[in-house]
């Protein structure tokens, strides 16, 4: 199947400095990528819809000017949490959509983030 | 809002089945689908099965749909020590392209 991979894994950074995380279609074009975080133990909640070449599309509640995303090719998406506080410690995970097989959505290993 | 429910816990014996329960309250999904999260990793795709379908079997997979009353399931065959993992179900409207809405997981323990 398609791949999806997410860079870095695992991140420790200081609070008020930025992090960038960045979800890659290996082996499709991906039209369409979403930005998720998964708080221990619970579910995946949307972040944002992210289109190659537009603006993302935020859900309610989330913060566009906190969690700046940019899709500027087909086979990449970047999220950049920026000034990050200890509460923005949470798993992140992208997906993406080829726009083919319009009913799969396939998604990264996801990134740990912890602010200390 | 939509919602989308699942108990949180199943334990079940190796070589039993495993039945993992989902339900949903947006009558106009498209999609149903189940992924499997193991520790820190991301989402597999384990299946999904179109709203006008009431049944589909993949291998050691069977999902149930039931429409009407916006209730899905997952019935693992034969649940091997590497079936422990939690368990989301995921409803979209119009496909994969769109965003998903996931449940709550269900964690399932598969004890020898």
């Known amino acids: 199947g398609a791949v999806v991979s997410q860079h870095p894994s695992r991140v420790i950074c200081k609070s008020g400095t930025s992090v960038k995380i960045e979800c890659r279609s290996l082996?499709?074009?991906?039209?369409?990528m979403f930005w998720y975080r998964q708080f221990p133990k619970q579910s995946l909640m949307l972040m944002a819809t992210?289109?190659?070449?537009?603006?993302?599309?935020?859900e309610q509640g989330v913060e566009k000017d906190k969690f700046l995303i940019n899709h500027a090719s087909l086979t990449l998406s970047t999220l950049t949490v920026t000034s990050a506080h200890p509460e923005d410690s949470s798993f992140y995970i992208c997906s993406a959509n080829s726009g083919v097989s319009n009913e799969k959505l396939f998604f990264g290993s996801g990134t740990q983030l912890s602010v200390l | 809002g939509e919602d989308v429910e699942q108990s949180l816990f199943l334990s079940v014996r190796e070589g039993d089945s495993s039945v993992i329960n989902c339900t949903y309250t947006d009558s106009s999904s498209t999609y149903l689908y189940w992924y499997k999260q193991e520790p820190g990793a991301g989402l597999q795709l384990l299946t999904y099965?179109?709203?006008?379908?009431d049944m589909k079997q993949d291998q050691r997979l069977t999902v149930l749909l039931n429409k009407k009353d916006k209730h899905l399931s997952l019935r693992i065959a034969d649940t091997q020590t590497g079936d422990s993992a939690i368990y989301f179900c995921a409803e979209s409207r119009g496909g994969g392209g769109n965003k998903l809405t996931f449940g709550t997981g269900t964690q399932l323990k598969v004890e020898l």
């Open positions: 082996d499709f074009q991906a039209t369409t």
């Open positions: 099965i179109f709203s006008n379908m």
């Open positions: 992210s289109n190659e070449g537009s603006k993302a599309t935020y």
